[in-house]
């Protein structure tokens, strides 16, 4: 599984960043990141896929970005709907998926 | 509309069989990988297979040896299959379609494991 930190959090308007770490067999050798939000009960959401990009319909404020083998989620301006487990993904080189162990994102 | 929805049998009984179906509407079967997803009581995420419309296929190396992903056409269905089944297979499971990343997923189907 990629590594996530358990929990992160922040006070409404501020940013933050979830890493998702791997090894040169997913995260570092593929552009096919992707993060998905999730809230209490819900199915997840995709918000970010190819490491950069946003679906129709995701705020702005969500960005993603991949420096060697970790990936990054920031969520800048954070509001109290925030407030949920984003987990991050990664396609590999045996031509299956990993997820991380997931983020839990406290709006203090 | 693209709409996944899952069905299957609430409760299984250990060392028995979990038989899960996805129906998919509202977009070509063909031309994506359809994958499942499950997420155990207070865990992360663990991809399980996926398949393309055509029959091929990929799994998760831990659960290879007990899973079978297939797909009908026909009635735009994918199912799962996870033989001998212990308390460890207790989870949601969820039907995703994988296009710029897993971007549609149905609304899960929780199964339980126990006697």
């Known amino acids: 599984a990629l590594t996530q930190p358990a929990s992160v959090s922040g006070s409404p308007g501020q940013s933050i960043t979830i890493s998702c770490t791997g090894t040169s067999t997913d995260v570092g050798g593929y552009n096919y990141v992707s993060w998905y939000q999730q809230h209490p009960g819900k199915a997840p959401k995709l918000i970010i896929y190819d490491v950069i990009n946003r679906p129709s319909g995701v705020s702005h404020r969500f960005s993603g970005s991949k420096s060697g083998n970790t990936a990054s989620l920031t969520i800048s301006g954070l509001q109290a709907d925030d407030e949920a487990d984003y987990h991050c993904?990664?396609?590999?080189?045996?031509?299956?998926?990993?997820f991380g162990g997931g983020t839990k994102v406290t709006v203090l | 509309q693209v709409q996944l929805h899952e069905s299957g049998p609430g409760l299984v009984k250990p060392s028995e069989t979990l038989s899960l179906t996805c129906a998919v509407s509202g977009v070509s079967f063909s031309t994506y990988y359809w994958s499942w997803i499950r997420q155990s009581p207070g865990k992360g995420l663990e991809w399980i297979a996926h398949?393309?419309?055509?029959?091929?296929?990929d799994y998760n190396p831990s659960l290879k040896s007990r899973v079978t992903i297939s797909v009908d056409t026909s009635k735009n269905h994918i199912s799962l299959a996870i033989r001998s089944v212990t308390a460890a297979d207790t989870a949601v499971y969820y039907c995703?379609?994988?296009?710029?990343?897993?971007?549609?997923w149905g609304q899960g189907a929780m199964v339980t494991v126990s006697s």
């Open positions: 995703t379609r994988l296009a710029d990343g897993f971007d549609v």
């Open positions: 398949i393309y419309y055509s029959g091929s296929t």
């Open positions: 993904s990664s396609y590999t080189s045996i031509s299956t998926h990993v």
